[in-house]
């Protein structure tokens, strides 16, 4: 199972993740290349197209809750765990943009 370590800082009373790795990148730098596995024998292996695990491993697509049961299939892990990492690295990326967001807090009339 993989294990991310975080540094917690306390925002609105819960623990924060800083900058966490796109959840797919352990695939490449844990399984695929140590293992001297092609991407096209990884794909194949996930029943998903080349193109489709390429985009995900080079963090220019998430992981939709298919591709965490393929996953957890090919490695052994659980699907939860997949999606709880896809769902972190998301949140992390939209907090970088909280300051711009044009929100207000609404308050009883």
Not at 17 to 36: E, L, Y
Not at 42 to 65: F, T
């Amino acid at each position: 199972m993989l294990l991310i370590s975080t540094t917690n800082i306390a925002t609105n009373d819960s623990l924060v993740m800083q900058n966490p790795p796109h959840p797919v990148r352990f695939c490449a730098s844990s399984a695929i290349k140590p293992m001297g596995i092609t991407v096209t024998a990884a794909a194949e292996a996930h029943g998903v197209s080349r193109k489709a695990l390429s985009a995900a491993l080079n963090s220019r697509a998430g992981i939709s809750p298919e591709m965490a049961v393929r996953l957890s299939i090919v490695f052994d892990t659980s699907a939860e765990s997949w999606i709880n990492q896809q769902t972190q690295y998301d949140l992390w990326k939209a907090e970088q943009n909280r300051k711009r967001l044009k929100v207000r807090k609404l308050s009883a009339a």
